[in-house]
T-cell receptor, first 114, second 113 residues
Framework: NAGVTQTPKFQVLKTGQSMTLQCAQD?????MSWYRQDPGMGLRLIHY???????DQGEVPNGYNVSRSTTEDFPLRLLSAAPSQTSVYFC?????????????FGPGTRLTVL | AQSVTQPDIHITVSEGASLELRCNYS??????LFWYVQSPGQGLQLLLK??????LVQGIKGFEAEFKRSQSSFNLRKPSVHWSDAAEYFC???????????FGSGTRLQVQP
């Protein structure tokens, strides 16, 4: 199993550009989520999905869109990038059982918005 | 709203010394509790988790954590630190039955030879 994969590893954008961060998992996990990590703030939840076709907002959703058309993929879209979105982005996934909340994290995407 | 506090931003210990990283949470009910480790430039790896039962939890790499309900704490410990333990450590909580994690701000561990 490859686990949780993220592409790209690094990205530099100019203000106003759009892009999609890719996330895929091959563990048949129902739950997937996106976090951003900023210095001194830990990780904060952006969006999450409990299954294909179902998404919901987390703590910091503004400026980001998500969709979940398949179990495997959960892309994160920035429609108009802003410098405040400079961050490291992590995707995570977990099983659907309510008593097993272990989440598996991808290696991250480091995004810089100029 | 739930919150997680890791009061120590940066800790330095000597190799072979014992380690305790503090974590306090604020929550209406006992949540699921986790410790993750992040090596430089890497993703997060789960060290251990507490759902219920024995309040002393054993994890990977020789780490353990103790849940103390009366103190709303879940401190991470290791009896003898190795140089390879240098990393950033995150405490996280999640409501029972849900998966959305709330993270502390992290503690960066340096290990002196």
């Amino acid at each position: 199993n490859a686990g949780v994969t993220q592409t790209p590893k690094f990205q530099v954008l100019k203000t106003g550009q759009s892009m999609t961060l890719q996330c895929a998992q091959d563990m048949n996990h129902e739950y997937m989520s996106w976090y951003r990590q900023d210095p001194g703030m830990g990780l904060r939840l952006i969006h999450y999905s409990v299954g294909a076709g179902i998404t919901d907002q987390g703590e910091v959703p503004n400026g980001y869109n998500v969709s979940r058309s398949t179990t495997e993929d959960f892309p994160l879209r920035l429609l108009s990038a802003a410098p405040s979105q400079t961050s490291v982005y992590f995707c995570a996934s977990s099983y659907g059982g309510t008593d097993d909340n272990e989440q598996f994290f991808g290696p991250g995407t480091r995004l810089t918005v100029l | 709203a739930q919150s997680v506090t890791q009061p120590d931003i940066h800790i330095t210990v000597s190799e072979g010394a014992s380690l305790e990283l503090r974590c306090n949470y604020s929550y209406g009910a006992t949540p699921y509790l986790f410790w993750y480790v992040q090596s430089p430039g890497q993703g997060l790896q789960l060290l251990l988790k507490y759902f219920s039962g024995d309040t002393l939890v054993q994890g990977i790499k020789g780490f353990e954590a103790e849940f103390k309900r009366s103190q709303s704490s879940f401190n991470l410990r290791k009896p003898s630190v190795h140089w390879s333990d240098a990393a950033e450590y995150f405490c996280a909580v999640a409501p029972r039955g849900r998966r959305a994690l709330t993270f502390g701000s992290g503690t960066r561990l340096q290990v002196q030879p």
